[in-house]
């Protein structure tokens, strides 16, 4: 293991068994605080188990009783090191919360790990979350980056520009203001420039949709942006093509780029929606069964599955908990003229 | 606030881990080195825990994690002994007679665990080998513990997570 793979399992096993100290004692607080951690990722989730496990195992730690704990209270009396009497408790959470903190930071640095930080190839640094799974970011130059589930982005903090570039899925952008490095973020279809401001983007397999929370970005699409605006720097996509005029978007609007290059911009009515994901909740206004079904399959390891020709066209409004097909499949079975087999591996939502 | 050793057995996490801790313990044990398994397992548990109401959740955490992950063990074990019969029907005969945990492979695991964590003791600073044995083999409560090794309740608090943390890393390294 390298020194920072190491350093990084170090802070992690310190995490988990804080808490199984905590959840010895825990309160109401404590309890929610714990489930979040846990949600956060499969790796808490492990290094949790595994805690508890070796903490049980020590049970039966030295059980022949080989070692002398006077030798040891001697040991550490001659110690200058030893603390005795040490820092009250709330230095103790506190310290919790840093080492929390530092570990987020070494994301950034270390190779390895559960697979967020994929690799950094030259000065590109890869991350990436499971199906399910939600992460946060924050980088050197105190942006943060939230990935949606399922999603990969590289990123590279460079002396006169920020590139981000989406491989797949979903990313929202809260970027710190530097004027002399703008932010650019790009997929397939389209480049989005910022400053200082905050936007999500989302990676679609038609199209890529950017939508502007705070602030103002410029969109081009990717099949007319000049290669010397900074698109070359990118290392699995050569510039292309002539320019055509960068698309100012201002807050609360969303623009869908298509693979051949046309925008289409509109209104957004409510722009928390577009943050919505963040607290895993599906929000649908009008759309069809298809999008819907597409949008929940994002989050599931078995996706549900639309079994015969036109059930993918109805449409439905509704508001949803991403983890949570049921309440799908509840408005769903409202509909008479829908039939939900739930009989095998995966649901199937077919016409009468 | 710093529970006593027979508080902490009575509260409501003492008994989720009470009831499920025991199949759970048995399988992780073996692989808190190796963490290919475990790894499976946490990404099963995981995916199974985000499809649990919030609030159901909050209300019981550590038992509602303990029991999915139970639940999970079962299932990883079924598998397993699943493929032996298409393997080796003898020995998978004795395998569903003879519960896992007792087959004699596992309980030389068992042993070998224990081994490795006695040597992994060793390697720890001396304020945290007292901590441990005074709170994990003698059995003290921590302001007992604390009283013994002249130190404060707090300190004891942390000496237990940091050792239980740094055992943690240690057995990574050695298997």
Known sequence: MDPKARQLEALYAQQASGWVETMRQAGPGDDRRFVAWLKESPRNVRDFLLMLSLDRALGEIDARRLVSIESLIAEVDASPFAARHGAPARAGRRRWRRLAAAAAALLLAAGGGWGWLLHSRGDWQEFATATGEQRTFELEDGSVVYLNTHSRVRIRLAAHSRDVRLLSGEALFHVHHDAARPFLVSTDDAVVQAVGTQFDVYRRDDDTVVSVLEGRVSVTPATSRNPSGGLEAHPDRPGTGSTAAPRRLDASEEARVSHAGSVSVREVNNVSDIVAWRERRLIFRDQTLEQIVAEFNRYRATPIRLGSAGVGERVYTGVFDADDADSLLQVLARDAALEVDRSGESIIVRLR | ?175
């Open chain 2, 1 to 175: 606030m710093i529970p006593e050793r027979s508080e902490s057995a009575s509260s409501l996490a003492g008994a989720a881990y009470r009831d499920h801790g025991d199949a759970l313990q048995r399988f992780l044990a073996r692989r808190v080195g190796s963490a290919q398994d475990a790894d499976d397992l946490a990404q099963e548990v995981f995916a199974r825990l985000l499809r649990v109401r919030d609030a159901d959740l909050v209300r019981n955490p550590l038992s509602y994690l303990l029991g999915i992950a139970t639940h999970v063990v079962r299932e990883f074990r079924q598998r397993r002994q699943h493929e032996r019969v298409l393997f080796d029907s003898d020995l998978a005969d004795d395998r569903c007679e003879q519960p896992d945990e007792l087959a004699p492979a596992s309980m030389a695991e068992q042993i070998e665990l224990k081994q490795r964590l006695d040597k992994a003791l060793k390697k720890l600073p001396a304020a945290h080998q007292l901590v441990l044995l005074l709170v994990k083999r003698d059995g003290l409560s921590y302001s007992e513990a604390a009283a013994a090794a002249g130190l404060s309740v707090h300190t004891i608090e942390k000496y237990v997570v940091e050792a239980r943390a740094r055992l943690r890393v240690l057995l990574a390294e050695t298997r």
